[in-house]
């Protein structure tokens, strides 16, 4: 019964670690600041190249950085998809 117990525990901890408003590893909630600055800079919307090399240079990420953070965006409801490619932020000044 432990088997079945412990995997079902784990579950429940990566959960309740996703329900949280924690940043992707490797960035900081400065690094989370400085993105949506950027990012509401140029329109609010991550479609291209074009669009991320300003955001990163602004913010002063990686891609792998801003990649990360606009996942997380989206999984916390701060973002949402574009119906043909990319990402809208919808919190802060893009709201």
């Known amino acids: 019964m432990k088997k ?3 995997p079902a525990l784990a579950g429940l901890g990566l959960l309740t670690l996703a329900a949280c408003d924690i940043p992707p590893e490797g960035t900081t909630p ?3 600041a400085e ?3 950027a990012v509401a800079s140029i329109g609010c919307e991550l479609v291209g190249e074009s669009d991320y090399l300003p955001v990163e240079f602004q913010a002063g990420l990686t891609r792998e950085q ?3 953070i606009t996942s997380y965006m989206l999984t ?3 973002a949402e998809r574009l ?3 990319g990402v809208k932020l919808t919190t802060g000044a893009c709201a």
């Open 35 to 37: 993105y949506e600055i």
């Open 66 to 68: 801003s990649t990360a």
């Open 76 to 78: 916390t409801g701060k």
């Open 4 to 6: 079945v117990l412990v």
């Open 83 to 85: 119906p043909d490619s």
């Open 30 to 32: 400065e690094n989370i």
